[in-house]
Structure formats: structure tokens, C-alpha cells
């Protein structure tokens, strides 16, 4: 198995703790005395070794810190019998330091262990035994060189993981602020959407299907009357239009919003689509429902009877809204039949706006042809909303 490749900062520790080391030995400078009781190896020479092991043991400090310190541990031990090198216990506190920040996190709390009973170890075991007060140094001396390193790599592992996991924290702090960001524009696009198809497909439809009257008959009054209506669905479009730009606008715009429309303009809605050509018969009971459940309902009517007025059979068109149980339901039905075609295009989207506005309030809608024994075709079209009104229900 190779070895992992060193990383570049600790070649340059390794070279200078050996060049270090060298240099010390050069000018004689040692940690003891040659006639000191435990120096079993006197001279220079038998200092080289475990400087050059522990310099060796550098390379490895970040890229196998466990290894190191297993290799390391021996030198120092085998440093200790000879007059004994300063660089050669300084790289040991720096491979200590290194086992406990890069290790393992199992290893680097049994290091702070062991490290720990070392110094305890050699502060009261040698006291006992001898009874002076200088035996205390050993354990002083054991403290410094192990427990002091380890304590202060577990120290400053502790704040790196604190950035680290800082860190990741405002990452994706930042990734969930970026997605409602993008689920907020998604959700206002939609909702514009809606806001303008339900203002002006209304109008547009009308004026379409009255332009082509006016084109298609050689009647002077059918194409007057027929002009007639394209100018008032043009002028009340262009009211919605105004409006839609004043939500868009801030207040400080040139346009001010007009107030969205309320369940007391149905009357109007369904006298509009009278004009247009419909049947239209309103049974509406008085009210009190929160705004957005108002303009749902008005907007739900609203695209059913363009759809009407687009695809319906000649018929009756009724539209209802009974307020029961905590919910609105909003029913509007229209003869069905089979046309070539719809009398004005559209973009199919009035079915998927009226259900995400029933969906947004925690509704139920429904849509589709249904069989009716009384209608002329045997079937009539139905778009039923159930709306809910307390918030409980739409929660």
C-alpha cells in the first residue's frame, strides 16, 4: 500500500526541524549533560536517529497523523537516552498537536485521555517513590511536551468544526432562501398569470367573436351593434389592464391599484355576458366571505362564462353560489355540445387557472360534461368550486 503523498507545508516543517537539529547538534547544544544518570548513549551521533525518524514522522503529520504519532512516540522515547536534541521534541509536541486536529475524532479523544493519565502519572508515581519536590518536574515536563500539545489541537479542532458546521449552515441558509426566492417568483408569475388571462380573456373573447359578426354579416346595424360591443369589452379590458399595471406598480407609480373585484359584481358580470350573447341566469345568495375566497369565486364565474360564451351550445347558462357548512360552492353550468370549433381562440388555460385557485385555497374543483336529461344535447357543462371560508378549513 503507497504512503500518501506529504503535503507540502509539512515537507517544509520535516526539512527545517532536521535542518534545525542538525544545526544544534553541530554547535554541541544538548538537553543534558553527557554524565547525566540516564544517558545510556553519550556523543552526537546517537542524537541523529530519532531526530531524523521524527523529522521523517513530519512528513506524514497531515497526511497519516495516527502513523506518525505511532512512529514518533518510540523516538522520542529513544531520545530520551541520549544527551537529546530540542528540534527532536519540538517536532514530537508538533506531531502530538497534528494526531489530535487531522486524526481521527474516536483517536483524538482517547489521545486526550491517555496524554491526561500520562501527566498525572508522572506527577505523583515519581513523587511517591523518590519524596522530593524535584520529581514533580517530571510530570511538569510530560504535560508540556504531551497533554499541552493535545489539549491544544482538541481546542483548535473545536473552532474548526464550529466554522466548519458554521459554515455549512449559512450555505444552506443561503440554498433555502435561494429556493423560496425561486418558488416566490414561480408563485407570483403564476399568480399574474392568472390575474391576466381571468381580466382580459373575458374581453378579448367578446371582442373576437363580435369582430368576426361584424366582418362575416352585410348588415349595417348587426355590425353597429356588433361595434358597439367590441368598444365596451376594449374599454373595460383596458380598465383590467390599468388595474393589473397598478398591482405591478409601487406606490410611488403614476397608476394606483383599483380595488380587486367582490362577489357585488356579479350582477355586472353576468349583464356583460348577456351583452356578449349568453343566457345568463344568476343565483347568487348574499355573503360575507373573506377577500381572497371572494375574488377566487368572482374569478372562477368569471373564466366560466368566457368559456361559455367561446364553446357552450346555444342554452341557458346558470351560474350559483350557495354559502354552507363553512365553504362557498360556486357552480356555473352551460349546454354542451359538439362544435367544429371554439367561436374565439384561447389559450387553454382558464381550466388550470381555476383549479390552482381552488388548490391555493384548499378546495375541490371539478370540471366536465355531465348528463342531463332536460338539456337538448342530453348533456350540459359543469364547473363546480368548493371553497372553504374559515382558515381551519383551509389549512
Same mark, same amino acid.
Given at each position: 500500500?503507497?504512503?500518501?503523498?506529504?503535503?507540502?507545508?509539512?515537507?517544509?516543517?520535516?526539512?527545517?526541524?532536521?535542518?534545525?537539529?542538525?544545526?544544534?547538534?553541530?554547535?554541541?547544544?544538548?538537553?543534558?549533560?553527557?554524565?547525566?544518570?540516564?544517558?545510556?548513549?553519550?556523543?552526537?551521533?546517537?542524537?541523529?536517529?530519532?531526530?531524523?525518524?521524527?523529522?521523517?514522522?513530519?512528513?506524514?503529520?497531515?497526511?497519516?497523523?495516527?502513523?506518525?504519532?505511532?512512529?514518533?512516540?518510540?523516538?522520542?522515547?529513544?531520545?530520551?537516552?541520549?544527551?537529546?536534541?530540542?528540534?527532536?521534541?519540538?517536532?514530537?509536541?508538533?506531531?502530538?498537536?497534528?494526531?489530535?486536529?487531522?486524526?481521527?475524532?474516536?483517536?483524538?479523544?482517547?489521545?486526550?485521555?491517555?496524554?491526561?493519565?500520562?501527566?498525572?502519572?508522572?506527577?505523583?508515581?515519581?513523587?511517591?517513590?523518590?519524596?522530593?519536590?524535584?520529581?514533580?518536574?517530571?510530570?511538569?515536563?510530560?504535560?508540556?511536551?504531551?497533554?499541552?500539545?493535545?489539549?491544544?489541537?482538541?481546542?483548535?479542532?473545536?473552532? &474548526?468544526?464550529?466554522?466548519?458546521?458554521? %459554515? /455549512?449552515? +449559512? #450555505?444552506?441558509?443561503?440554498?433555502? !432562501?435561494? $429556493?423560496?426566492? *425561486?418558488?416566490?417568483?414561480?408563485?407570483?408569475?403564476?399568480?399574474?398569470?392568472?390575474?391576466?388571462?381571468?381580466?382580459?380573456?373575458?374581453?378579448?373573447?367578446?371582442?373576437?367573436?363580435?369582430?368576426?359578426?361584424?366582418?362575416?354579416?352585410?348588415?349595417?346595424?348587426?355590425?353597429?351593434?356588433?361595434?358597439?360591443?367590441?368598444?365596451?369589452?376594449?374599454?373595460?379590458?383596458?380598465?383590467?389592464?390599468?388595474?393589473?399595471?397598478?398591482?405591478?406598480?409601487?406606490?410611488?407609480?403614476?397608476?394606483?391599484?383599483?380595488?380587486?373585484?367582490?362577489?357585488?359584481?356579479?350582477?355586472?358580470?353576468?349583464?356583460?355576458? &348577456?351583452?356578449?350573447?349568453?343566457?345568463? %341566469? /344568476?343565483? +347568487? #345568495?348574499?355573503?360575507?366571505?373573506? !377577500?381572497? $375566497?371572494?375574488? *377566487?369565486?368572482?374569478?372562477?364565474?368569471?373564466?366560466?362564462?368566457?368559456?361559455?360564451?367561446?364553446?357552450?351550445?346555444?342554452?341557458?347558462?346558470?351560474?350559483?353560489?350557495?354559502?354552507?357548512?363553512?365553504?362557498?360552492?360556486?357552480?356555473?353550468?352551460?349546454?354542451?355540445?359538439?362544435?367544429?370549433?371554439?367561436?374565439?381562440?384561447?389559450?387553454?388555460?382558464?381550466?388550470?387557472?381555476?383549479?390552482?385557485?381552488?388548490?391555493?385555497?384548499?378546495?375541490?374543483?371539478?370540471?366536465?360534461?355531465?348528463?342531463?336529461?332536460?338539456?337538448?344535447?342530453?348533456?350540459?357543462?359543469?364547473?363546480?368550486?368548493?371553497?372553504?371560508?374559515?382558515?381551519?378549513?383551509?389549512?
Amino acid at each position: 500500500m503507497a504512503l500518501p503523498r506529504p503535503h507540502r507545508f509539512d515537507v517544509y516543517i520535516a526539512i527545517g526541524g532536521l535542518l534545525g537539529g542538525l544545526l544544534l547538534v553541530g554547535i554541541g547544544l544538548a538537553t543534558r549533560p553527557a554524565k547525566d544518570p540516564i544517558t545510556l548513549f553519550d556523543g552526537p551521533w546517537p542524537i541523529l536517529v530519532p531526530l531524523t525518524v521524527m523529522a521523517g514522522c513530519e512528513l506524514l503529520r497531515r497526511a497519516a497523523p495516527r502513523a506518525a504519532l505511532l512512529i514518533g512516540t518510540p523516538a522520542i522515547c529513544a531520545d530520551v537516552f541520549t544527551q537529546g536534541n530540542l528540534a527532536t521534541i519540538l517536532m514530537f509536541t508538533d506531531i502530538m498537536y497534528a494526531a489530535v486536529l487531522y486524526g481521527p475524532l474516536a483517536s483524538a479523544r482517547r489521545i486526550q485521555w491517555i496524554t491526561g493519565l500520562l501527566t498525572v502519572a508522572g506527577t505523583l508515581v515519581p513523587f511517591a517513590v523518590w519524596r522530593v519536590p524535584e520529581a514533580l518536574l517530571i510530570g511538569v515536563v510530560v504535560g508540556v511536551v504531551a497533554y499541552a500539545p493535545a489539549a491544544t489541537g482538541w481546542i483548535v479542532r473545536n473552532h &474548526r468544526d464550529a466554522a466548519e458546521a458554521a %459554515r /455549512l449552515r +449559512a #450555505e444552506q441558509t443561503a440554498l433555502l !432562501a435561494e $429556493v423560496d426566492r *425561486a418558488q416566490a417568483v414561480t408563485s407570483e408569475r403564476a399568480r399574474m398569470a392568472r390575474e391576466l388571462h381571468d381580466m382580459v380573456a373575458n374581453h378579448l373573447s367578446a371582442i373576437a367573436i363580435h369582430s368576426t359578426a361584424a366582418l362575416s354579416l352585410d348588415d349595417p346595424k348587426t355590425s353597429q351593434e356588433a361595434l358597439s360591443v367590441i368598444r365596451e369589452n376594449s374599454v373595460a379590458g383596458l380598465a383590467e389592464m390599468r388595474r393589473l399595471i397598478g398591482i405591478l406598480r409601487d406606490s410611488s407609480g403614476d397608476t394606483e391599484p383599483v380595488a380587486a373585484p367582490t362577489l357585488d359584481g356579479l350582477d355586472a358580470l353576468a349583464e356583460g355576458a &348577456r351583452v356578449n350573447g349568453l343566457d345568463v %341566469r /344568476l343565483d +347568487a #345568495e348574499p355573503c360575507d366571505v373573506p !377577500a381572497p $375566497v371572494e375574488l *377566487a369565486a368572482y374569478r372562477i364565474v368569471q373564466e366560466a362564462l368566457t368559456n361559455a360564451l367561446k364553446h357552450a351550445s346555444p342554452g341557458r347558462v346558470t351560474v350559483a353560489l350557495t354559502h354552507r357548512d363553512g365553504s362557498l360552492s360556486v357552480a356555473v353550468s352551460s349546454p354542451f355540445g359538439d362544435r367544429d370549433g371554439p367561436r374565439a381562440p384561447g389559450s387553454g388555460a382558464g381550466l388550470v387557472g381555476m383549479r390552482e385557485r381552488v388548490g391555493l385555497l384548499g378546495g375541490a374543483f371539478e370540471a366536465g360534461p355531465v348528463d342531463d336529461p332536460a338539456s337538448t344535447h342530453g348533456k350540459i357543462w359543469v364547473v363546480r368550486a368548493t371553497l372553504p371560508v374559515s382558515e381551519g378549513d383551509r389549512e
